[in-house]
């Protein structure tokens, strides 16, 4: 596609319920990455692939939270029995390269996630 | 561990204003610095992509200048427009590593 494109825009969940949220990345890409943005703050990374591989998730700030990115294009965060201070916009990013390569990286417009 | 702050984190100027905004980073083993815009309830747009082993990035009214042994970035906007007004952020990456670290950005306004 043209950009990354990431879906849904906006979810309001009950604390409690799981969520999924889905990164549709520049065809092409090799990597992708994770970042949760809290109001007013930069992007904290959370997880790394390159294709299909997971490379890096040291950023996942519990259990809670898993990524998959099971063919190497789409990749899918879900977060389980979310918690108020899971609300934040969770933005995925691709790359042409791979994650160790100062390629540019191209950002979606985020999943906005308010729990409540 | 890397640590990225940016100043100042709110900028008000009038339309016309040269300005500058600063990035500083605490580890410069750095692999690269890249500057983003981010309009409200938008994703990230890169603007510039620095190498380590460069010095500066132009494009159009911006520039970007790198110093990695005193830790420190400049985004230069010329003749600033309405339009420019946006959220700035500056991120490093180091070799060897997937992470991009970001700063908490600057606020910028620049009235008509």
């Known amino acids: 596609g043209a950009g990354v494109s990431q879906s849904p825009r906006y979810k309001v969940a009950k604390r409690g319920q799981d969520v999924a949220l889905r990164c549709d990345p520049i065809s092409g890409h090799v990597s992708l990455f994770w970042y949760q943005q809290a109001l007013g703050q930069g992007p904290e990374f959370l997880t790394y692939?390159?294709?299909?591989?997971?490379?890096?998730k040291s950023g996942l700030p519990s259990d809670r939270f898993f990524a998959e990115r099971p063919e190497g294009s789409v990749s899918t965060l879900k977060i389980q029995r979310t918690q108020q201070e899971d609300s934040a916009v969770y933005l995925c990013?691709?790359?042409?390269?791979?994650?160790?390569?100062?390629?540019?990286?191209?950002f979606g417009e985020g999943s906005w996630l308010t729990v409540v | 561990k890397q640590e990225v702050t940016q100043i100042p984190a709110a900028l008000s100027v009038p339309e016309g204003e040269n300005l500058v905004l600063n990035c500083s980073f605490t580890?410069?083993?750095?692999?690269?610095l890249q500057w983003f815009r981010q309009d409200p309830g938008k994703g990230l747009t890169s603007l510039l992509l620095?190498?380590?082993?460069?010095r500066e990035q132009t494009s159009g009214r911006l520039n970007a200048s790198l110093d990695k042994s005193s830790g420190r970035s400049t985004l230069y906007i010329a003749a600033s427009q309405p339009g420019d007004s946006a959220t700035y952020l500056c991120a490093v990456r180091h070799p060897g590593g997937f992470k991009t670290i970001f700063g908490a950005g600057t606020r910028l306004f620049v009235k008509a």
């Open positions: 990013a691709s790359s042409y390269g791979t994650g160790t390569i100062g390629n540019t990286i191209y």
């Open positions: 580890d410069s083993a750095i692999y690269n």
């Open positions: 620095i190498q380590s082993s460069q």
């Open positions: 692939f390159q294709n299909e591989a997971q490379l890096d």
